[in-house]
């Protein structure tokens, strides 16, 4: 699934316009602005001429004519915002509004690919639209506890899933707020229903929000790119199934709920091998306990995961039929 030329094309396209807008509206509110207050657009006529005196006087190293000029321009500035500040105007009326402020939407920082650009590409890749939607339900803020019983479940289990759920969101949080320094994995186990497919999504919004590139996957769709990686060998699918060792977070859910063989199998220790190695993280959840882990793959995917993850083990009987039922 390579992003062929013509896609990021189109997207840098989409960039290009998204900021033309921005500023386009920005000249439209100065236009208004000037026809309340004509003073204003005086000023900013003085402020442009001082500037480009300024940029002369630096360029032949005047620093007296600087000082006084930077003093000059500050002075305006300050009477701009007064007259503004009379009209009820803030400042950000006649400032760009940018979707990525890092990169000023051009897609580019000191002419690095912006993190907003790459996970605009992972998206379009691996058309990821459907789980952006599906992360304004699915996050901390729409957790609801109390679908979580606080009595043990059967003899063997003291712990509640109530208890579980808990100590849960706490290990990933504490991942979310030490990814940058501890890149960890989490395993999250459990029967299906008690939220493990919830608390990874609940993740994967965290960290797209503070601008992570976050692939998600069910493992069904990750074995079928091992398997397509196999057969394409062309340098845009080598591309695109690098970021499955390269993207910050990749999340694997329901594994062991896809059609696997021998070199899938050997391929998905690879990615885990592969990512600890990048300090990369990977979220699993799955519905395996850890013997069905071992009984499944190979000793050293099980080795590889018993040694690097962080399990939360989750109990309970299937919340979705309850929600239904409620
Ligand atoms: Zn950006």
Redesign the pocket.
């Known amino acids: 699934m390579p992003l062929s030329n013509s896609q990021y094309d189109s997207l840098q396209r989409e960039y290009d316009s998204r900021r033309i807008s921005a500023y386009h509206r920005v000249k439209n509110h100065k236009e208004e602005l000037y026809k309340k207050e004509p003073e204003i657009l005086k000023i900013d006529q003085s402020i442009a001429s001082l500037s480009i005196k300024h940029a002369e006087r630096l360029l032949e190293g005047d620093s007296s004519a600087i000082v006084s000029l930077k003093k000059s321009i500050s002075e305006l500035e300050t009477k701009r915002s007064a007259l503004m500040n009379n009209l009820g105007i803030d400042m950000s009326y006649i400032e760009p509004e940018f979707?990525?402020p890092?990169?000023?939407?051009?897609?580019f920082?000191n002419g690095v690919r912006?993190?907003?650009?790459k996970q605009a590409s992972i998206d379009l890749l691996y058309q990821q639209s459907e789980l952006k939607s599906a992360l304004s339900e699915e996050n901390f803020e729409h957790f609801k506890y109390e679908l979580f019983p606080d009595t043990p479940i059967d003899g063997k289990s003291p712990v509640t899933p109530y208890q579980a759920i808990k100590n849960g969101v706490i290990k990933c949080r504490s991942f979310i707020d030490s990814f940058d320094e501890k890149h960890g994995n989490l395993f999250i186990f459990g029967p299906t229903g008690v939220g493990k497919t919830f608390l990874s999504k609940c993740v994967a919004k965290e960290l797209l929000d503070k601008g992570k590139s976050v692939i998600y996957f069910s493992a069904f769709r990750l074995f079928d790119v091992f398997r397509e990686n196999a057969y394409n060998k062309s340098s845009d699918a080598q591309d695109s199934y690098q970021n499955i060792f390269n993207c910050d977070l990749l999340i694997i859910d329901d594994l062991g709920t896809e059609v696997s063989n021998s070199y899938t199998t050997a391929q998905l220790f690879l990615c885990i091998n592969e990512r600890i190695l990048r300090h990369k993280s990977t979220v699993i959840s799955t519905n395996l306990d850890l013997e069905g882990l071992r009984d499944t793959y190979t000793e050293r995917i099980f080795s590889r995961i018993s040694k690097d993850y962080d399990f939360i083990r989750l109990v309970g009987s299937d919340l979705r039929l309850k929600t239904r039922q409620a």
Request: glycine share 8%; proline share 0%; aromatic share 8%.
């Open positions: 979707k990525c890092d990169c000023r939407d051009t897609g920082i912006c993190h907003c650009f």
